[in-house]
C-alpha cells in the first residue's frame, strides 16, 4: 500500500516538477493545492477491454491526500497529519478496512518537499531515466518496487505546473493510464475534506 | 503495512488451507429421482470474460476487496487478481492438460497454495462439477445434481425453481468444505451467471467471497 501511495503522491507532486524542468525557472510555480478528476484505464493481456475507473482527488500541500476511486468500486485514501486511512466500499457505505495500518507512509514523506520545490531528482524509489520538457520517464531502483511497477511516465501539459496523464507499466503487457481533467489549482481546502468520509 | 501483510497472508493460508475443511454439514442422502438432461447449464459459459468485484472476509473479520478477472477458454481458464487501485496481484493460467502457470505474483501471492486454492475456489464457481452426474431429491424434497468423482469428492448441485442453484462440495468423508449460493441469477449469452454470489469455505480457517458481477465480455 505504501507503494500505491507513493505513486499517488507522486501523481500530486508533478506539477511543480513540470515547471520547474520547463518553463519558467525563475518564477517556479508553487502548489499549494490541487484538485482534480481522473479516468484510470488499465489495459492488460487477459482482460478482453481496458477495465476503466473514474474518481477525483485534493491534495494540499505539504502530505495531505484525498484519493478517491467512485466505479467500479467504490474506495478511498486519506493522507493527513502522517495518518493514512483507507476505506472500501461495501454494502453501499465506504468501510475502513480493519487493520490496514499504513504506517510505511513515513517512507515517502520525506521526498515530498523535495518535490514541491522542483527537485524532482533520483531517489531511493525511483530514479529518472529519462525527461524533456513534454515527459519524464522514472525507473524502480529497487527490485521490490520493479516487481509492482516497472516504470512510470509522467505526461506533462502544455499549460505549465500541470500535467495530463501518468501511466505506470506492470511489466511488458499490462499498464494503467491515470488521465486527470477538470484542475482546480490553489485554492483553500478545509481539513475535514482529509479527515472525513 | 504489517497488518496489510497479515490480511494477506491470512487470506494465501485460507485459499491454501480450504481443502483440509473440518466440520459442518453432513452430505444429505438422496431417495427419489428427477429427470434432467444436463446439469451443466446451470453454469456460465465458455468463451466469456467475467469481471467481478471480491470482497474477502476471514472468520475473524478480516478482510480486504479486490477485483476478480475470470476467462472461461474452452479448455483453460485464465484469472486475475487486481486491487482496486489497478495493480495486478496474481494472474495465472489454468490448462486442462498442462496444468496451473502462474504469469504474474506479487508476495504474498506468489505461492502454489495460493494459486491452487484460487482455482480451486473459480472451478466451483463457473465449472460444472468433475465425476459421474446422479440426479436425486432430498428427504425434504430439494432436487439435486450429485457429481462423484473416481476419489469419492462430491459436489451437489442444488436446483430451485427461478432461483440461483446453490452448490455445495463435500470431502471424500462427507464434510461440507464450500458453499456457494447466488442472487438475481440471469440466463444469457454467457450461461446462467448471478449478479452476485457467496462463496463460504469451511475449515480451520473459514472465509468467505463476496462477488459482485461487474459485467460480461465474450473472448475471440
Known amino acids: ?197 | 503495512m504489517r497488518s496489510i501483510g497479515a490480511i494477506v497472508t491470512a487470506l494465501v493460508l485460507v485459499f491454501g488451507c480450504a481443502d483440509r475443511g473440518r466440520d459442518l454439514s453432513r452430505l444429505p442422502a438422496l431417495s427419489g429421482e428427477f429427470a434432467i438432461e444436463d446439469c451443466s447449464s446451470l453454469f456460465p459459459a465458455r468463451g466469456w470474460q467475467y469481471v467481478h468485484s471480491i470482497d474477502f472476509t476471514m472468520d475473524n473479520g478480516y478482510g480486504t476487496t479486490v477485483l476478480g478477472v475470470t476467462t472461461l477458454e474452452s479448455a483453460r481458464i485464465r484469472c486475475a487478481l487486481l486491487s482496486v487501485e489497478g495493480f495486478t496481484l496474481f494472474e495465472a493460467l489454468f490448462d486442462r492438460d498442462t496444468g496451473l502457470a502462474i504469469l504474474r505474483a506479487v508476495p504474498p501471492f506468489d505461492t502454489a497454495e495460493f494459486a491452487e486454492g484460487l482455482i480451486a475456489d473459480i472451478r466451483t464457481i463457473f465449472l460444472p462439477p468433475p465425476g459421474d452426474m446422479h440426479p436425486g431429491l432430498t428427504q425434504d424434497g430439494k432436487k439435486i445434481c450429485r457429481f462423484t468423482t473416481a476419489e469419492n469428492r462430491i459436489s451437489d448441485i442444488i436446483i430451485a425453481d427461478e432461483k440461483c442453484p446453490q452448490i455445495q462440495t463435500y470431502s471424500p468423508d462427507g464434510l461440507l468444505q464450500r458453499l456457494v449460493s447466488g442472487r438475481d441469477c440471469r440466463r444469457s449469452q454467457a450461461g446462467f451467471i448471478p449478479r452476485y454470489l457467496e462463496l463460504h469455505s469451511y475449515g480451520r480457517s473459514g472465509y468467505t467471497l463476496k462477488m459482485n458481477l461487474l459485467r460480461t465480455d465474450r473472448i475471440p
Request: net charge negative.
Open chain 1, 1 to 197: 500500500m505504501k507503494r500505491i501511495l507513493f505513486l499517488l503522491i507522486l501523481c500530486c507532486q508533478c506539477s511543480p516538477f513540470a515547471t520547474a524542468f520547463a518553463r519558467d525557472e525563475a518564477h517556479p510555480f508553487r502548489l499549494q493545492s490541487i484538485q482534480a478528476r481522473f479516468v484510470q484505464e488499465k489495459n492488460m493481456k487477459i482482460l478482453a477491454r481496458p477495465l476503466v475507473s473514474t474518481g477525483s482527488f485534493t491534495f494540499e500541500a505539504p502530505q495531505s491526500l484525498r484519493w478517491q476511486y467512485h466505479q467500479p468500486v467504490a474506495s478511498l485514501l486519506l493522507m493527513h497529519k502522517g495518518t493514512v486511512r483507507k476505506f472500501v466500499g461495501r454494502d453501499g457505505t465506504l468501510v475502513e478496512e480493519k487493520g490496514a495500518q499504513l504506517d510505511g507512509m513515513q517512507m515517502v514523506l520525506p521526498h515530498l518537499s523535495d518535490w514541491l520545490n522542483g527537485r524532482f531528482g533520483d531517489t531511493d524509489m525511483f530514479k529518472v531515466a529519462s525527461a524533456d520538457e513534454h515527459r519524464l520517464l522514472l525507473k524502480p531502483q529497487q527490485q521490490g518496487m520493479a516487481r509492482l511497477i516497472s516504470a512510470i511516465d509522467i505526461i506533462f501539459s502544455e499549460t505549465p505546473g500541470l500535467i495530463d496523464a501518468i501511466i505506470l507499466h506492470e511489466g511488458s503487457d499490462a499498464t494503467t493510464t491515470i488521465t486527470f481533467s477538470e484542475r482546480i489549482l490553489n485554492e483553500d481546502i478545509s481539513d475535514e475534506v482529509f479527515t472525513s468520509k
